[in-house]
C-alpha cells in the first residue's frame, strides 16, 4: 500500500522559509513523478512542482525562484523549500504520486495523496 505522509508545515511571517517533506512508502515500480500541490480556501488544487524517476523537474511559473523541489531517493523523501514567503502562500500542501513520468498528463493522473500539511504565511 502505498503511503504519502507530509510534514514541516507551520506559521511563518511574510518573508520567511519553510522546508516541507514527504515520506514515501510502499512504491514499487521504476517510473514514477512525484508533486507537489496545493489548495487555499476557496480556491482548486493546484500543481505546483513535480519531479520524476528521470529527475526532470515541472513547476509553475509562480513559484520559480521561490520553491524548489528536490527528492532523496534513496529514502523515499520529497522536499519543498518555500523561501520568500508571501500571504498567498498560505494553503494546505499536498504531496502526491503517479505512475509515470511527469511530463504524461502534467498535473493530472496522480493517484496516491498524502493527508496535506497547512502552511500560513502572515503579513
Known amino acids: 500500500q502505498v503511503q504519502l505522509v507530509e510534514s514541516g508545515g507551520g506559521s511563518v511571517q511574510a518573508g520567511g522559509s519553510l522546508r516541507l517533506s514527504c515520506a514515501v512508502s510502499?512504491?514499487?515500480?521504476?517510473?514514477?513523478?512525484l508533486g507537489w500541490f496545493r489548495q487555499a480556501p476557496g480556491s482548486e488544487r493546484e500543481g505546483i512542482s513535480s519531479?520524476?524517476?528521470?529527475?526532470?523537474?515541472m513547476r509553475q511559473d509562480s513559484v520559480k525562484g521561490h520553491f524548489t523541489i528536490s527528492e532523496d531517493s534513496a529514502n523515499r523523501t520529497l522536499y519543498l523549500r518555500m523561501d520568500s514567503l508571501k500571504p498567498e502562500d498560505t494553503a494546505m500542501y499536498y504531496c502526491?504520486?503517479?505512475?509515470?513520468?511527469?511530463?504524461?498528463?502534467?498535473?493530472?493522473?496522480?493517484?496516491?495523496w498524502g493527508q496535506g500539511t497547512q502552511v500560513t504565511v502572515s503579513s
Open positions: 502526491a504520486a503517479k505512475r509515470t513520468f511527469c511530463w504524461i498528463g502534467g498535473w493530472s493522473g496522480f493517484i496516491y
Open positions: 510502499g512504491y514499487t515500480g521504476a517510473s514514477y513523478c
Open positions: 519531479i520524476d524517476s528521470d529527475g526532470k523537474i
